[in-house]
């Protein structure tokens, strides 16, 4: 089988060319007049201009790899190459859009069974075959990139044949998949049983079940439905040493918990194949709206409340001063801003506050007792309450951020997102940090950046801080523009003792900053586990370890 | 420092002299005709009648361990060196009780840093001695039992020294915990604060901190506040190759979870020093109250259906037929049998039937609404509700387990617990095939047990089964009877693909079965990890990897 029906993304961004996004024109003159950009457009490279080095796959392991997936099963063309060279992140796409393609994968490879996977390892492992792991390819710390290491040649392996809902057990509100499954396959499947698994990052539309869990990701309802890693009860991963298969057990005590080890492990470890997961049952009912707070502290201590009440939102994001300022003007005069009116919340003492969207899911009922809770609660710590229309804006362009980027790109703009997570008693002093990182590095650049903010996950104990930065692109320094910006902001985290990363994972990009997060004596420990499982070092080379 | 203020448990049983418990008469009299015991009684042999090999400790090993933590650090009594010859499960009681001391250590350490513990491991990697961790000493799986291993001598490494609290963050609902803080002085500490981390094992009274987070331990309440690895947001770790250090963090995406690599790790990676847990607030109010449902499986639908609709009580134990047949019986006259009366139970159509305890802790509005809540689905769902007095008297005894246990062995009576956990839809198969598996067994050496079983812990896909089994001990085979029925119950387990334990741990005891759990790659995995922080294998010899 050669790629079985799953959605192809453009090769040089987000999306297909049928669901493009085209900023609005009053957004593209509040960015020139902020960014001091100069309208200037920059298309992407024809597919037709790259230029590929020839593929590296010589006779002796094409031949183990055919004979492994059938001839159907491994692909050398100029399109499927391109394709898997990279993920999505900002120093991907930049690459991408101008035509460097000097990364792109030897081959690609398709099996469509968990047995192919192995044999497909066990072939690569002993030709010396790099193999990179390619769910929905949506990843944004270059996760995907096709690095062979130390070896030879370097192939991906497409996870698209894979994408079998195997079963589902509706007492105990579980279902096995296979790791292929993209994201709203998974949910049409799960909603003919009256099920969802809850889990909608802002790459949804594209993202595999098995990429979330390789990269321990969290949706945008984490904070009601659980963070993957929350959700993953048992799982299936091909290693070339063998394959490790955990069925799935509501606890355990019996020592180490190995699926926390694979949960994460981005394809270093090995390929996850299927994964049981923890599902709910579908919601009745969608309840999302909008709240106003003075400022962003105020938010913060609400939300805090909330979570630690036991009254949290599904879904609870709050904006800094800076991304609602930006949020509102850009919504323009049809949007929220005018529905608002500055009057109105000036009126209130919310001028120059913080937005909040929070939601809620599940039935009628439990949704009312729990709206009614929170919004109680929320109030009586400041919240100003918008109504459903805000939630509705945000429903409707939940998904819209990558394609948003790539408009930002196409306009010499860099645009990207990071994340981290902290304490409560850190929170504010970590946003501070990181914001201020930003703007210094930038700044001394000569491109001052907008930095925004939102906290997008609540826990007991803390909550994650999502970044969005913009900047004029510096002209041809554009990848040490983003770097240099990247790194001040890693080190303001680690010098912190947060998280470098809190749904992103770690990929190519965030390699420099785990041994901050794991001491010397950790990441050998690491080390060890991928010798073990990984011996001639196959697996997905220079991610995550290094 | 030279043994800081802990509990001390009599080195033959649990508990201290001062807290024996008795065996009221009518019970006694119950278990004689249902065992078919004669009466008989075996008393512990008194300590002077042990004998003790000579310490192996030799010139330059205790050399290195006195400069690291001064003569007083390091103990070679005979008193120390038998209260850490063995833990509490059934084997070490039977043999500890004869006067088997051959495993007693060869001298007991106690560290007060964690540089010192560091310190030790350091010097005994060198010197080749083995290093069993030590903190409550209540493994009933063998944890602490003072293998050498491979080495020339073996030491405890008692941690009541580091039983300080470091700090609380009463915003973030934290706080920094060393490890051989007790679970009674922990409670103490944040109750002053205002928090608790409401875990309580039936081991609560001499449990630590550290050895909870070792055994990935789960507590009466933690169907409410979590199991301890949901609840652990940090530690520090010394192990041989150096320390693992992890910060609090509420969430992160940076990888394998390694917390979740030294929780459960049971010694055999390096010693647990420091734990920083998330709390709650302390509750302003405690209901416990008693349920009757018609049989088991009403009961654990009834169980399901409050656990997946977010209802689920705090506390929630749903007896079998036979172990609330004995319950009542041995509530006797006084006790809730003579309260509820057959009569009234067999009007209703509950006779035979099955007694559940659920329990709510929190704020009085809170407990009220979700007391409301779970109550009505579950007499929507079969129960009967008994009122107050059922959940004092379970409360009351809540802690009563190993203190009757001796009282049995006392009485030649085996008496032995093991847990399993699996999906909903696996429970009541397994439920029948470890209760199937015991009375074979045991019944096949002409000693038919009693075998009693709880749900103890609600998961939305699962619940934990907790098993008892009294039977006459067979003279002179104490340890063969008791291997025995352990392994046939244990295989009964692993043939349905459930876990081997549920919060008691790996120990020594269910070695054998960690590989059916885990799998041959996944245990190499591990094994590689131990490689790399105790190369010279000196921790924990015999536990958990074998």
Known sequence: MSEPSAPEMRWWGWGSDDRASALPEHAEALLRAELQTDGRRRAPVALEQLTLAPSRLKGAGRDVLARALGSDGVREDRLARVIHAAGKSYPDLVRVRSGQMTGAPDGVLYPSTPEQVQAVLTACAEARIAVVPFGG???????VDPAAGEHSAVVALDLRGLAVLVSVDVDSLTAVVQAGMRGPALERELARWGLTLGHFPQSFEYVSVGGCVATRSAGQASTGYGRID????????????????????????AGPDLRQLVVGSEGVL??????????????ETRRYEGLFFRSFTEGAQAFRHAVQEDLAPDIARLSDESETRLSLALAGREGLKARLGETYLGARGYAGGCLAIVGWEGTEA?????????????????????GASPGHSWAESRFAGPYLRDELLDRRIMADTLETAAQWSDIEALHAAVASALKESLGERGTPPLVMCHISHLYESGASLYFTILARQEPEAEIEQWQAAKRAASEAIVARTATITHHHGIGRDHVPWLEAETGPVGLAALRAAKQALDPAGIMNPGKLLG
Chains 1, 2 share one sequence.
């Open 137 to 143: 390819g949506t990843s944004v710390v270059g996760g």
């Open 230 to 253: 929350e959700l993953v009860l048992g799982l299936r991963c091909c290693c070339p040493s063998g394959e490790i298969a955990l069925p799935a057990r509501p606890a355990s005590a």
């Open 270 to 283: 090995g390929v996850i194949t299927e994964v049981s997961l923890r599902l709910h049952r579908r919601p």
């Open 366 to 386: 439990d949704v009312d007792r729990r709206r009614a809770g929170a919004l109680a609660l929320l109030t009586r710590h400041g919240a100003l309450r918008l």
